[in-house]
């Protein structure tokens, strides 16, 4: 048996015509994290207890033939979710102590599905990063290659899911923070459409953009998890009341006449060569495929990366207000008077980016300046929006590739926030007008995997993840492994 | 955009963030680049255009009735805070 070998809903057929059990595949790769997870860093929290608590769970309810396609399978939270009884840190020293008391509707849902709960994965500090080098609890290392960043923020998850320390896991997505690390780890990273999926217990950082997703191996994976953890949530006042399609269902649909756009601004300059020819090598093979290609511009999304970079510090500004030191989390010593309390709790607590975004976003924010930057900013993200608008009217998808480069070195970018920005180029636009994407593995480039990216129109997840199915039914990317996990 | 350390002093106060001598420097200067590199929104043509605060702009906000829904679990919430007593959250102290 070699369950790092099978895909999550290969894993769930396996379970249910009794090949194996739960309890036998959740040992399998506990054991792998135990050995994997020294090198990689991918976990802050190993739920090893619970996990076989919830295995035996699975193999009874699957035994009394109850139980969908996802019931025994293990899966990973990134570390952002609230998860009842286990420490949920996002990444930060301000939340090492935090012991969530309830499950984010996330959780709850995936629970109730059958899924086993490996463990906690690491992320960039409250998901403010691409690279995964915030985090209080260190890098996560990149399985293709040790020296390489996973990206961020959700690259514990990346990575856990890339070395197949789990064979799937939950992330955010706020600017990338999916696509991204999916891309540089050679996985399949599903962001929804913005309020497609509960944020109901998911730590908040920039509320207009945040959404949650899946990195998994396939795009039918992404398809069963999405389904699970996806709809209406009266918890979420953002959530959007739209009956869940049956993802799986709809995959086989063929892309004969799917109209394709490629994003002409996506293939400028700074975009690596090797990236650039996958990529183009990946959207050519869709024309074979019978699907009709359109060049398209889109003239604002160049502006996309200070866009964001005025709108989400102003937000994540607001959110974290509610760090003090007197509710959860760190508190200071001995605090002289309430505002000691504050600036000593938050300066400890706080590592350099999330201080770094908090400070943007109330410059962005404070008077005098708010018409000037802020609005200005939401301005411009009409723009960008109306773009994709007028795109959308006349092709069914967009694609682009991911990310302007594979995986960089460690450390390679730390010390200029601006370089480290620009990596979030081709994925910010549809956090900014809040639409659903994809990347998917179409390539290696010196051994390290590229992404395409496929984004389609609001609530349009069935044909994004049918073109990305369509791509790996013709392709092996998506099943090549890291050659020190395979 | 340039700030300075007075400037940088201010919004860390705002925002209530102690900001030790050593960081102040290195906060000066990637502040003042992260301004300068989001001015070039300055040139985008805006004019006439509305802010777009959300992505799902038709949705209306949706009001719940005025009715208890949650059971009491305070003592399950507090037990992550740093300093309670009698069921109170301990602040220092703020009138003298």
């Known amino acids: ?53 919830d295995a035996a769970r699975a193999d009874a309810m699957i035994a009394r033939g109850e139980g969908g396609p996802l019931a025994g399978v293990p899966l990973a939270h990134k570390d952002i979710f609230c998860t009842d009884g286990v420490l949920t ?58 020296s390489k960043v996973p990206g961020g923020s959700s690259g514990g998850s990346a990575a856990a899911v890339a070395a197949r320390l789990a064979p799937v896991a939950t992330g955010t997505d706020t600017g990338g923070s999916i696509r991204q690390p999916a891309a540089l780890t050679g996985l399949t990273g599903l962001k929804p459409t913005y309020g497609r999926v509960s944020r109901y217990g998911m730590i908040a950082f920039a509320s207009s953009l945040d959404q949650a997703g899946v990195l998994a191996q396939s795009a039918e994976d992404a398809a069963l998890v999405l389904r699970a953890m996806a709809g209406f949530d009266e918890r979420d006042s953002t959530s959007v009341d739209a009956a869940v399609p049956d993802y799986a269902a709809g995959l ?162 730390t010390g200029d926030p601006i370089t480290m920005y620009l990596n979030d180029i081709y994925t910010i636009g ?40 369509a791509w790996q039914r013709e392709t092996d990317w998506h099943r090549r492994l890291p050659p020190l996990y395979a | 955009m340039t700030l300075t350390r007075r400037d940088v002093e201010n919004i860390a106060h705002l925002a209530r963030l102690e900001i030790t001598e050593a960081e102040l420097p290195v906060y000066v200067g990637s502040l003042s680049a992260i301004l300068a590199f989001v001015r070039q929104l300055a040139a985008a043509p805006t004019e006439g255009v509305e802010p777009m605060a959300h992505p799902l702009e038709g949705q209306v906000q949706r009001l719940r009735d005025d009715r208890v829904t949650e059971s009491d679990r305070r003592d399950r919430y507090q037990a992550n805070a740093p300093a309670v007593q009698a069921g109170l959250y301990l602040v220092p102290k703020v009138i003298e």
């Open chain 1, 252 to 413: 086989d649909r063929s892309v004969r006449g799917l109209r394709i756009g490629i994003i002409r601004e996506f293939f400028g300059e700074g975009l690596e060569s090797g990236t650039g020819a996958a990529v183009r090598a990946a959207i050519d093979a869709f024309r074979a495929m019978g699907a009709e290609l359109v060049d398209v511009s889109l003239p604002s999304l160049p502006m996309s990366v200070p866009t964001y970079y005025v709108v989400a510090p102003a937000e994540c500004s607001s959110n974290l207000s509610r760090f003090d030191g007197v509710r959860f989390g760190h508190r200071c010593r001995d605090p002289k008077d309430l505002t000691d309390l504050y600036q000593r709790t938050r300066g400890e607590g706080f590592g350099a980016e999330v201080k770094r975004r908090i400070m943007t976003g109330t410059y962005v924010l404070s008077a005098g300046y708010y018409d000037a930057y802020y609005l200005k900013a939401q301005k411009v993200r009409s723009l960008i929006n109306a773009d994709f608008s007028r795109a959308f009217a006349s092709v069914d998808v967009l694609m682009g590739p991911t990310t302007p480069t594979p995986a960089f070195d460690l450390g390679a970018k």
């Open chain 1, 430 to 469: 549809a956090n900014l007008a809040g639409l659903p994407a994809i990347s998917v593995p179409c390539g290696l480039v010196d051994g390290l995997p590229v992404g395409l990216q496929i984004i389609g129109p609001h609530f349009s997840e069935e044909r994004v993840l049918a073109a990305a199915h």
């Open chain 1, 1 to 53: 048996m070699n369950p790092h070998h099978a895909t999550a809903a290969e894993l769930g057929r396996g379970l249910r015509t009794r090949q194996y059990s739960s309890v036998e595949v959740t040992r399998f790769f506990l054991d792998r994290i135990h050995e994997a997870n020294g090198a990689l860093n991918a976990f802050i929290t190993v739920t090893a207890e619970r996990a076989l608590a």
């Open chain 1, 89 to 146: 840190s996002c990444g930060s020293k301000m939340l090492a102590n935090f012991v969530a008391p309830y499950d984010a509707t996330v959780v709850e849902r995936l629970t109730a599905a059958g899924m086993v709960l490996l463990g906690k994965t690491n992320m960039d500090e409250f998901a403010m990063g691409s690279s995964n080098e915030t985090s209080h609890y260190g890098p996560v290392r990149n399985p293709w290659d040790g």
